[in-house]
């Protein structure tokens, strides 16, 4: 089996122990509590100090915290896929995803954390360690990021799922491109649906970690998930992935029957001729 997830991108099944989702997110969150332990008592800390932390929770793991280049000024802060080609990684390293890099900009305003507001920081880890112990959202990411399609599905996602547009006209939208890209259906319904769970859990960790970190900061992220309806864009993924695959389900079972069928057509055929039965006598 090839590995798109390099061990320098995931962590192992082994350490985490429980392997169920539900042991994975509180894996993710115990990663999460011991970051902002160690961070909370530093009014602003940098890039590298973040980054520096990080790494020493996880030094087997290739995680960059940077500053985002100009480009991104309308962004908060965002996790990449660091990803190598096959051919340049290293023999110990099997995969294409080798890591992950942890962008964000920096705040202006009065009440930062480390040159990143509190909610943001634990946002942009939740991401991070999420993809760390959930494997199968970057390999999603990275697999749907392969399809030659014109459609930006990142873009996509951001305009119709993470925004304020209502859930009617994003199952919508969701429905008029699942029929554009038919072949590639489930990948992008699971994208989306990992996409959203991730988000929310994104939210949720920002919201809980600056209301540990400032009472005074009220719960700003849980109106995001709130004022972008993202737990009924979900359920409503969620659906549609569900009745995809049972319709899929169906038509392999289908496609089974026949070429029982036909192969039941050629046993007999084929004995015709061994027995040398000419039917047009
Ligand atoms: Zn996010």
Do not use: W
Not at 48 to 54: A, L, W
Not at 129 to 140: C, D, E
Not at 226 to 249: C, F, P, S
């Amino acid at each position: 089996m090839i590995r798109t997830i390099a061990s320098t991108a995931r962590i192992a099944t082994k350490i985490i122990k429980d392997g169920s989702n539900s042991g994975r997110d509180k894996y993710c969150q115990k990663l999460e509590d011991k970051l902002y332990n160690r961070l909370k008592k530093y009014k602003r800390t940098q890039f590298d100090y973040i980054g520096k932390n990080v790494h020493e929770i996880l030094p087997t793991k290739l995680i960059q915290v940077e500053k985002l280049p100009e480009t991104f000024e309308n962004c908060n802060g965002v996790v990449s896929l660091a990803q190598e080609v096959e051919k340049t990684v290293p023999a110990d390293i099997v995969g294409y995803i080798v890591g992950y890099i942890v962008g964000f900009n920096k705040d202006g305003k009065k009440k930062q954390f480390g040159g990143v507001k509190m909610e943001v920081l634990m946002h942009e880890m939740h991401h991070l360690f999420n993809y760390l112990t959930h494997p199968k959202v970057p390999n999603r990411i990275y697999k749907v990021s392969k399809i030659s399609s014109k459609i930006n599905f990142e873009k996509f996602f951001v305009e119709n799922f993470q925004s304020t547009m209502p859930p009617k006209k994003c199952k919508e939208a969701t429905k008029k491109l699942l029929k554009r890209e038919e072949k590639h259906k489930i990948d992008i319904l699971q994208y989306f649906r990992y996409k959203l769970i991730d988000e929310i859990g994104a939210y949720r960790s920002g919201e809980h970690y600056s209301n540990l970190y400032s009472s005074k900061s009220k719960e700003c992220f849980q109106s995001n998930i709130d004022a972008m309806q993202l737990e009924t864009k979900l359920n409503d993924v969620t659906a549609i992935l569900k009745k995809t695959l049972k319709t899929e389900r169906e038509g392999v079972n289908q496609k089974r029957g026949k070429s029982i069928i036909s192969k039941g057509r050629y046993f007999i055929s084929h004995l015709s001729d061994l027995l040398k039965i000419n039917h047009k006598n």
